[in-house]
């Protein structure tokens, strides 16, 4: 099993950019999430699936949109990237009999 | 909302001493509280986790603690090493309800050799 897959490592966007940071894993594990982490901020949850067809939003989800078409991936969509969304992206999923979250490698963005 | 304090945010221990770390959680819902550690760089590591109907845990030379009245948590570290030098995050779920992490700000902890 790979676990969790982020692409890509590294990105650099300029304002109003858009892009889609692709989240996949391979465990079949039902919940999946984005978070951002800031220095002093901690992880802040973005937005979460509890399955295929279904999203909720966390705490910081303004500027993101994300879609759970299959159980395996869970893209998270900048659709005007700003400075403010400078951030190292980390996706995480679980499974729905075990509450241990596996954490991918994150990704780091810089928006210029 | 639900809010995960976490303190200090940063601690310094010379090596062999011990460290703790404290949370605060708002949720009482929240029945599940993991402990992750984070090197540079790396991705979040689970290290130790305490469900709400346990009031200890303990694995080598980590532990956890749990006081449900006072909705607060703390991870203590025995014979800290140079290795034990990381960001530490506390985090509270309600594991069979939103499924959400809130997790805290973080502890940057420097063992001093």
């Known amino acids: 099993n790979a676990g969790v897959t982020q692409t890509p490592k590294f990105q650099v966007l300029k304002t109003g950019q858009s892009m889609t940071l692709q989240c996949a894993q391979d465990?079949?594990?039902?919940?999946m999430s984005w978070y951002r982490q800031d220095p002093g901020m901690g992880l802040r949850l973005i937005h979460y699936?509890?399955?295929?067809?279904?999203?909720d939003q966390g705490e910081v989800p303004n500027g993101y949109n994300v879609s759970r078409s299959t159980t395996e991936d869970f893209p998270l969509r900048l659709l005007s990237a700003a400075p403010s969304q400078t951030s190292v992206y980390f996706c995480?999923?679980?499974?729905?009999?075990?509450?241990?979250?596996?954490f991918g490698s994150g990704t780091q963005l810089s928006v210029l | 909302g639900e809010n995960v304090e976490q303190h200090p945010s940063t601690l310094s221990v010379q090596e062999g001493d011990s460290a703790v770390i404290k949370c605060t959680y708002s949720?009482?819902?929240?029945?599940?509280f993991p402990w992750y550690k984070q090197e540079l760089g790396k991705r979040p590591q689970l290290i130790i986790d305490?469900?709400?109907?346990?009031g200890e845990k303990k694995d080598q030379r980590i532990a956890v603690t749990l006081n449900k009245t006072a909705k607060h948590f703390s991870l203590h570290i025995t014979e800290t090493q140079p290795e034990d030098s990381a960001v530490y995050f506390c985090a509270a779920s309600e594991v069979r309800g939103t499924y959400k992490y809130i997790f805290g700000t973080g502890t940057r902890l420097k063992v001093l050799a």
């Open positions: 995480a999923s679980r499974p729905s009999n075990n509450e241990k979250l596996f």
């Open positions: 305490i469900r709400s109907n346990v």
């Open positions: 465990m079949n594990h039902e919940y």
């Open positions: 699936s509890v399955g295929a067809g279904i999203t």
């Open positions: 949720d009482s819902a929240s029945n599940y």
